[in-house]
């Protein structure tokens, strides 16, 4: 069985020494749904960009502040528990 390869992405914000964690591409866009349009494309501007369709091979670093914007902080399956050190 192939090893899966995940792409990383990531906040403004993990360039200034910011505290964040990595989470489920997956997640990431389902939350971003769950904004009003406006929002969303506010937080969106904030994180390195990839294609909706590649989610599920993405996983998504962000610092406390955006992740609770999106309130990915209310959802503990969106944390990817393994990880190596960024």
Known sequence: MP???F?????I???DGAEG???NGVF???ALQRLRA???V??????SSFFWSD?????????HECAAELHLSDTPRAVTASRRPA
């Not at 792409?7 to 906040?11: G, L, P, S, T």
């Not at 506010?42 to 994180?47: C, D, L, N």
């Not at 989610?55 to 610092?63: D, E, F, N, R, Y």
């Open 55 to 63: 989610a599920p091979q993405i996983l998504v670093w962000l610092c």
């Open 28 to 30: 990431y866009i389902r």
């Open 7 to 11: 792409r990383e992405r990531e906040c």
């Open 38 to 40: 406006d929002q969303a």
């Open 42 to 47: 506010q937080v969106a501007g904030k994180i």
């Open 21 to 23: 964690e990595f989470y």
């Open 13 to 15: 914000h993990r360039d």
């Open 3 to 5: 090893k899966q390869m």
